[in-house]
């Protein structure tokens, strides 16, 4: 049983710096789950909106980016600012060898 209706949406594993395609959400509420595999020292990520999916900005109210140092799954939920889209940001990776990013994304009303 459902107790609101939300969508999920996966987006493109990251393993250099950059940035997911961009996801339409139109929500104030999106939840990140990022899945960080094979990682070296760390993997900073930043979760970023948009309001006309063009320009976008940190979602984090501090403007703070976010520093996973173990492999793992980890949820990031968001709220109190509604956008059109998002998309994650790979900062940087630190360490030599591969350091996987993948994110799914739950936007809901």
């Not at 501090?62 to 998002?86: E, Q, R, W």
Request: glycine letters at 10%; zero cysteines.
């Amino acid at each position: 049983m459902a107790l609101y209706p939300f969508n999920t949406v996966g987006l493109t594993a990251l393993t250099a710096a950059g940035t997911t395609a961009a996801t339409e959400v139109k929500a104030s509420e999106v939840t990140f789950q990022v899945t960080v595999t094979d990682i070296n020292t760390n993997v900073v990520v930043r979760f970023e909106g948009s309001l006309d999916g063009t320009n976008f900005f940190n979602l984090d109210q501090s403007g703070s980016d976010t520093t996973i140092t173990a492999n793992g799954t980890y949820g990031f939920a968001l709220n109190g600012m509604p956008v059109t889209h998002v998309r994650l940001r790979l900062v940087s990776l630190s360490g030599s060898g591969n350091s996987t990013s993948v994110a799914s994304v739950i936007g809901a009303l």
